[in-house]
């Protein structure tokens, strides 16, 4: 899997191979110092249908080198990359691959606006920004929004979603790190006796589980518990005609444990009837350069199969080859 970190290495001219250039980076997974990157045009030429290359050198790189090569590609034909590879590649792997080499704030974005103007709106991208991502994070998806759609992820967010899930689905979270004890107690009582009388979409329910920081959420999850002797999710009845109240479990189990969370959707997507490819292919595109070796690690613990071998035998082709090169398999 791609990660940064290790000394800085010079990337120079590639050896060819056919109509591929082979960037020699030394040892894997080393940031290139922009400058001294360049390439051979007769190299390059054709890498656009040339599947395996794509697989074998974009696979392998992370999110600086893959910015570094889009640059290049530019300067050299004058043409993007991306959309290059939109026009060469199809299916699940042009997704996957699309998605990959985007930068992850732009890729981010992207997902945030197909999962918003389906006709049904998928709130477990934007639960996962609002829950998962850090400030830092969600401000330069959120920036990267507004440049590639010329208007704000709030604006599309509240035109795409009303009522109480629209309210759930805030991306206005308080940052913090502090801890209100009393605070975390009268909240876990307010949510008990919400959940009790099954007024989930009680305005204070909605408060707490939208805008309060993940530090004082996990404070008065954890009270919860500890008072009630049971997650709080096992007391969230899940309906699932009711869009709201599943977004509220999302939301408590993305802040109490992401990787557990993304074990979850990865383990239902494999094992839904035909595969659900848009929700592997968000979280190992996602994760692959964050905590996708803890979450494989999880996905076996849980199901005693590697990921490796649950991803293969539910895809195929050059689709496969890519999802199993970010999950770290080697040939």
């Given amino acids: 899997m791609p990660t940064n970190g290790g000394d800085v290495v010079e990337i120079g001219v590639g050896e060819q191979c ?15 110092r922009p400058g001294k ?8 030429a054709g890498w656009g249908t040339d599947e395996k290359a794509i697989i074998s050198i974009m696979g392998h790189r992370n999110a600086v080198q893959r910015k570094l090569i889009r640059q290049a590609y530019e300067e050299i034909y004058q043409e993007d990359l991306i959309k290059r590879l939109e026009s060469e590649l199809s299916g699940h792997f042009e997704k996957a691959v699309f998605r990959w080499v985007l930068d992850p704030a732009d890729r981010d974005a992207v997902l945030a606006n197909v999962a918003m103007k389906q006709s049904k709106v998928d709130y477990h991208v934007i639960i996962e920004l609002s829950c998962i991502y850090s400030p830092e994070e969600l401000l330069a998806v959120k920036r990267a929004y507004q440049a590639r759609f010329k208007h704000s992820m709030e604006e599309d967010l509240a035109s795409h979603t009303s009522g109480d899930l629209g309210k759930a689905l805030g991306i206005y979270r308080y940052d913090g790190d502090e801890i209100d004890a009393r605070l975390a107690k009268s909240e876990a009582n307010v949510l008990h006796n919400a959940i009790k009388e099954k007024v989930f979409n009680h305005e204070e329910v909605i408060r707490i589980v939208s805008t309060r920081s ?5 404070a008065t999850f954890n009270r919860y518990k500890d008072k009630y002797d049971t997650a709080i999710t096992k007391h969230l009845v899940d309906d699932p005609s009711d869009q709201y109240l599943a977004a509220v479990r999302t939301s408590i189990r993305c802040i109490n444990d992401p990787k557990k969370y993304y074990e979850k959707v990865i ?5 839904k009837p035909g595969t659900d490819e848009d929700a592997l292919t968000r979280v ?4 692959a350069e964050k905590d996708l070796k803890e979450i494989k690690e999880l996905y076996y613990k849980r199901n005693s199969v590697s990921l490796d071998h649950a991803v293969a035998k539910e895809t ?3 689709y496969e080859a890519f999802l199993l090169t970010l999950l770290g398999k080697e040939d």
């Fill in 284 to 287: 190992i595109v996602t994760r």
């Fill in 37 to 44: 990157l360049t390439a051979s045009t007769g190299a390059v």
């Fill in 316 to 318: 195929s082709g050059d």
């Fill in 18 to 32: 056919g109509n591929v250039v082979d960037i020699d980076l030394g040892e894997q997974w080393r940031p290139l």
């Fill in 267 to 271: 383990r239902n997507a494999l094992n």
């Fill in 214 to 218: 993940k530090a004082q959420l996990m």
